[in-house]
């Protein structure tokens, strides 16, 4: 599944794993909705498979990863990283 949004801040494709209310996760894609799965491993796997291939298409592609708490727990990103920001 290929997604053609960019963020306007870093020009990337961003797809987001973020733990639902209901126990389940989902990757969510700006603009196009989210696609929910039964576990975290699943839910990760599909995103970074997909960041993967659109960088092989020459897309700057990240994945951001959620924890059930709801704190960040990690960023891949998959081509230039991000420029770094003071603070």
């Not at 491993?41 to 993967?52: E, Y």
Request: glycine residues 6%; contains cysteine; hydrophobic residues 35%.
């Amino acid at each position: 599944m290929k997604s053609k949004v960019k963020s306007k801040a870093t020009k990337r494709l961003c797809w987001y794993v973020l733990h639902a209310p209901n126990k389940s996760w989902l990757v969510c894609l700006p603009s196009r909705g989210a696609i929910p799965f039964i576990n975290k491993a699943r839910a990760l796997r599909f995103a970074i498979t997909n960041a993967k291939t659109a960088h092989a298409e020459g897309a700057l592609t990240q994945v951001l990863t959620q924890k059930a708490n709801g704190r960040w727990q990690e960023e891949r990103t998959y081509g230039k990283d991000p420029k770094k920001s003071k603070g």
